[in-house]
């Protein structure tokens, strides 16, 4: 926020802005408990109910293609994806292919011919090609931009079985609170992410990386996600390569799942685990065990999967929710066994494995083997999503939106299933962002970051707005008639941060008071300002409660009042020792207002606004310059030089007098000397 530098001119003691939105925080009170669970019931072996397992158990594991129809896969990992079914699809993909290069390199005409394959699969009816139309219309990319006609095309398409679509409809319903219509789209979106998953551990996810640290790249984490380019990731492979087993393991699951920079390779992957488990690594084994169970990857085999969690428990508490998995659906074993299940998941518990909680939450809500306390679930639940277990979300989550356990929440149920529906397979288009930004691709990280966006990913959100900002022309960013204009390009650049900030991302809540103090990219309204200060302020920024300060300082959409301006600058301190400078400057300011109110000082103050850019100019062009600054010194100590001694001489004429000591007359009393 530039008013620590516009009002004090201070140039280098800008606060340090957060990176990240604040973690889901789920708090739960007696009064969101139910009152009115259902009756309690007797399971016998037979009779439970085991639905909620039957994810992986009665069919061969579905393809991320399945999952997620439409998936640009096929352009963006060329020959890893189905071959168009028909025509119409057909062009769909010639079309998206054309965005994307238009996008990295093509420019506007090519973006316009993508654009028209696309409008004419979508007008034959293509629920993917109408998916993508109401992508161009969102954004505004070689069509005006059109929110009715985006909602009207992603409607057809979520119609038609689009999953991208009903993403941007959930989100779209959430953000106008409409949560009768977004919590039923998500709970089916959740459910298709939770299909994804393993059966009992927690698979890592394709984390979204921030590419800022506020106003500077996030160099670290980018350093982190180069594949293998990465330093570290080719030291871990020298070490997998001489035998090191933890090595082994974790390569393994870097190409498992894609993770780190790298491209999904499961081939690879499996055959480090096969080394791994030969140095006796348990997580490889029980890795395994869960990849046969699920068949992904390979052909199902229960009876090799029941072998390798069996050998993985010896060492790894873990694996007893697998072994539970399989004895609850009776797979690789005799026959189904639900008191041997609760005790492989009772003993996951005692060493405080989430899953275990899981599983336990699972068997006492269905009734499965034991009677069934939907209350107890809850519990067990809770705890399992304290770990960050998502399907134990994903269960809160229909507890919320069906009120069983509890009271019944759509905007709780709905954020619970938008945290699950948001590990779904369609989150892999933050995998290519990235790995385009990496290669220095810009302009096709930012088109994949706005897909994203458009999808409700905080993250994405920020990314593109930040390339947007940093980049500008090289942003590629396309309007309706060519390349972005800077009002096209600042607009897009504050719907995106103002998305963001609504989700809870501080700096994109200070960039939007920014941009409503400032009036860029939009008209300026300091009231808008105060409520996006006041936004980030909510989450402890110590910037955020400085500009309130500075806007109470000066009655700026808030009532002048310097008694709180000077409690948000105190506020500022207390949340951030580097606000010392700029806070005592601004109390010193607060000072000269109080005292001096109708003196020239307060004007100075005031003037400093329209004075600091051609100061900020100067230090740049003249001070900055090779060689500039030592002769500057040079020339400042000089001129102190001479002041000092001006000053030395001007006072010593003054008072010539008062330098000569007083002695006492005749008469005793003290007196000059004549």
């Not at 945290?419 to 990235?434: D, F, K, N, Q």
């Not at 409503?516 to 300091?526: A, C, I, L, N, Q």
Request: net charge negative.
């Amino acid at each position: 926020m530039g008013r620590f530098c516009y009002t004090l001119l201070v140039v280098l003691a800008l606060l340090p802005l957060s990176t990240l939105a604040r973690p889901f925080v789920l708090i739960l009170t007696p009064d969101d408990l139910s009152d009115t669970a259902p009756p309690s019931s007797e399971s016998t072996a037979d009779s439970g109910d085991t639905s909620d397992w039957d994810e992986f158990g009665d069919s061969d594991a579905r393809l991320d293609d399945e999952l997620d129809p439409g998936s640009w896969r096929p352009i963006l990992e060329p020959d890893s994806g189905p071959e168009p079914k028909t025509e119409d699809e057909a062009v769909y993909y010639s079309g998206v292919a054309k965005m994307i290069a238009a996008a990295s390199s093509g420019g506007p005409r090519v973006m316009e011919e993508a654009a028209s394959e696309i409008e004419a699969a979508a007008t034959a009816g293509n629920p993917l090609a109408q998916s993508a139309l109401g992508f161009l219309y969102e954004t505004g990319m070689m069509r005006e931009r059109n929110k009715a006609k985006a909602f009207m095309y992603h409607y057809f398409a979520t119609d038609g079985g689009n999953t991208q679509s009903k993403m941007v409809l959930a989100y779209t319903y959430s953000r106008q609170d409409m949560y009768d219509k977004a919590v039923e789209l998500y709970a089916e979106l959740a459910e298709i992410a939770v299909n994804s998953f393993l059966i009992s551990k927690d698979s890592p996810v394709i984390e979204p990386v921030r590419l800022h640290n506020g106003a500077e790249e996030n160099k670290e984490a980018l350093r982190k996600s180069r594949g293998e380019e990465d330093e570290d990731f080719q030291i871990l492979e020298y070490q997998a390569q001489k035998g090191n087993a933890a090595a082994m393991y974790k390569i393994g699951i870097f190409y498992y799942f894609g993770l780190r920079g790298l491209r999904r390779d499961r081939a690879k992957a499996l055959l480090w685990f096969l080394k791994a488990v030969e140095k006796g690594e348990p997580r490889s084994m029980e890795l395994l065990g869960e990849i046969y169970a699920r068949g992904a990857g390979v052909e199902r085999n229960y009876t090799k999967a029941l072998e390798w969690l069996t050998l993985a428990s010896q060492r790894l508490p873990s694996a007893y929710n697998g072994m539970g998995y399989l004895y609850v659906k009776g797979y690789g074993v005799e026959k189904k066994n639900y008191t041997k299940a609760k005790e492989y998941f009772e003993k996951a518990v005692d060493h405080d494995e989430a899953g275990g909680h899981y599983n336990l939450g699972v068997m006492y809500l269905k009734g499965v083997g034991v009677k069934r306390d939907v209350k107890l679930a809850c519990n067990y639940f809770i705890m399992a999503a304290k770990e960050g277990q998502p399907k134990a979300f994903y269960q809160l989550a229909k507890m919320f939106h069906t009120g069983v356990g509890l009271k019944r929440n759509l905007p709780m149920a709905t954020a619970l299933y938008k945290l699950v529906a948001e590990r779904g397979p369609w989150s892999s288009l933050s995998r290519w962002a990235l790995e385009s930004y990496l290669k220095g691709d810009v302009g096709k990280a930012f088109l994949l970051y706005s897909r994203m966006a458009e999808l409700g990913y905080e993250v994405a959100q920020s990314n593109a707005a930040w390339i947007l900002d940093k980049y500008r022309e090289r942003s590629m960013c396309i309007g309706e008639s060519g390349f972005c204009t800077d009002a096209e390009r600042l607009q897009r650049a504050h719907s995106l941060w103002w998305q963001a900030s609504e989700q809870g991302n501080e700096h994109a809540a200070l960039l939007i008071g920014d941009a409503y103090y400032y009036g860029r990219g939009t008209e300026r309204d300091y009231d808008r300002a105060a409520k996006a200060y006041m936004h980030a302020k909510s989450q402890s920024n110590a910037q955020a409660m400085f500009n309130l300060g500075y806007m109470h300082e000066h009655g700026q959409g808030l009532p002048f009042d310097l008694h709180l301006a000077k409690r948000y600058y105190d506020q500022a301190l207390e949340i951030d020792s580097a606000a010392k400078l700029p806070v005592t400057l601004a109390l010193t300011s607060l000072w000269i207002r109080k005292n001096y109110a109708s003196s020239f000082l307060v004007d100075l103050v005031d003037s400093l606004p329209e004075v600091y850019p051609k100061v900020e100019a100067w230090v740049e062009n003249v001070i900055m310059e090779e060689g500039n600054a030592t002769i500057l010194t040079l020339f400042v100590c000089l001129l102190t030089v001479l002041y000092l001694r001006e000053r030395q001489r001007r006072h010593v004429a003054a008072a010539p007098e008062a330098a000569l000591p007083l002695l006492p007359n005749e008469h005793g009393v003290l007196a000059a000397p004549h």
